[in-house]
């Protein structure tokens, strides 16, 4: 439906339960009532067996007497075979009767089809983010958000809030405009992943739960014992699991807000020692580790101010070691793969050397089917030569139908991260290696 023929059609104010009263015409043994929980539990798997409904009822015509409901399914010329027996076995009447049921029974697709108009699509599925549901409905629908999250918030007796998603992310926050349009204001609230409790606000972090599958992924790569730095860390997805698998984590968000909770994240779920929380530019926390140039900041108690103090503590002195960090986690689909222009000349050749690189997990989006060599040429263009190795590709999960979000791993190539001085010094060698060879 288009959204000048939805604007045609008057929405009503509220929501009217009363459309939804009906009586569901069933077939029913009539059975002593004595007995009514032997033949019960013989005939379970026929009957009525629906939600918020009993599979019994009186018998308006004997006081002696049960109602027992069976399936639906069935008609007088159908029954099924136990059924059958059972009734001649035992001389029972098989009588046709009526259930009542109302607005609690239908589920919220049943509702929504009815309320909506013909033609618009039902917004069925959502993602959940603790007592919130978030939805993006289409323009048509939004004259009846209102009732849409009614319907939704009722029918789901864990939800308090329902937003709708106003715009698209496109501000270096990853966040997006929303709007509540039932329930509760509160944005700020609580998943688990991985056995893991997360806080957040979502209003103003970037949190997505369609993203599980893979942050248990990736962190079931990381060796216990590594040291992961993860640039874009948001909340803690990535930094918290891959700390209490007992890696050392150098976690970063530019985001003051997904900072604060991503403080709040590691305190609450005791990886303390561990994980280091970092609220500074990306590319500017790549090169500084690599330079071996960081000192995070101590976490400020639970209780402390809403806003902690940023860590961004960063040593002034000339690096006597490095921090020697195994992988480095970019989740900025839309535009980590530039990020990586931070690696460029990034490693000191006084601190790192061949071999001893780490690797990189990028997030990048893709359209069309063959992916794999776009990504790869954005990506050397990002780090401004050819990768040493091919990278691996892992399709992670398909955001529309021509849009793809994958995770590139890679190693940077020697000869542009650890600067020209030594990519020469190992270009001569190389070639006095083959001429010596010839």
């Known amino acids: 439906m288009t959204s000048e023929a939805a604007k045609e059609i008057e929405v009503p104010i509220s929501l009217d339960k009363s459309l939804f009263d009906e009586e569901i015409s069933v077939l029913a043994l009539q059975v002593p009532k004595q007995r009514c929980h032997e033949y019960m539990k013989s005939l379970s798997k026929y009957l009525l067996n629906k939600p918020r409904l009993q599979n019994v009822k009186d ?41 009542h049921v109302d607005y609690s029974y239908w589920p919220a697709p049943h509702v929504l089809k009815r309320l909506l108009p013909e033609g618009m699509e039902v917004p069925s599925a959502f993602e959940t983010i603790g007592h919130i549901a978030h939805l993006n409905l289409r323009e048509d629908a939004l004259p009846w958000k209102h009732l849409i999250g009614q319907v939704l918030l009722e029918k ?48 103003k972090v970037y949190w997505n739960s369609r993203l599980e599958r893979e942050h248990t992924r990736l962190v079931t790569t990381f060796a216990p014992g590594q040291v992961i730095l993860d640039v874009m860390a948001g909340i803690g997805p990535f930094a918290v699991p891959a700390a209490a698998r007992g890696c050392t984590v150098y976690a970063n968000d530019l985001n003051p807000d997904s900072h604060t909770f991503l403080c709040k994240n590691i305190q609450r779920n005791r990886v303390t020692e561990r994980a280091f929380a970092f609220n500074m530019d990306g590319a500017a926390f790549i090169r500084e580790a690599a330079a071996g140039r960081l000192a995070p900041a101590a976490l400020p108690p639970l209780s402390a101010a809403k806003r902690p103090v940023p860590s961004t503590a960063v040593q002034e002195s000339k690096p006597t070691q490095r921090l020697p960090f195994h992988h480095v986690i970019m989740n900025l689909p839309a535009s980590a793969v530039e990020f990586c222009s931070a690696f460029r000349s990034a490693f000191p050749e006084e601190l790192w050397e061949a071999g001893s690189l780490p690797k990189v997990h990028v997030y990048a989006f893709a359209k069309g089917v063959d992916c794999e060599p776009e990504l790869t040429a954005r990506l050397e263009a990002a780090l401004g030569g050819p990768l040493d190795c091919p990278a691996a590709f892992h399709k992670v999960r398909d955001v529309a139908p021509n849009k793809h979000m994958y995770c590139i791993s890679f190693t940077p190539p020697t000869v542009l991260a650890l600067g020209a001085a030594q990519g020469h010094a190992r270009d001569e060698a190389a070639s006095a290696k083959r001429l010596k060879a010839s």
């Open 59 to 99: 018998a308006a015509s004997s006081p002696d007497s049960k109602l027992l409901l069976l399936s639906t399914d069935y008609t007088l010329d159908d029954l099924p075979e136990p059924v059958l027996a059972l009734k001649e076995k035992e001389d029972l009447t098989l009588v046709p009767t009526t259930v």
């Open 156 to 203: 789901n007796v864990k939800l308090r809030t329902i937003v709708n998603k106003l715009g698209s992310i496109d501000n270096e926050y990853r966040v997006f405009d929303m709007e509540v349009i039932a329930g509760d204001e509160d944005t700020v609230t609580e998943v688990q992943q991985q056995g893991h409790r997360f806080q957040l606000d979502f209003r």
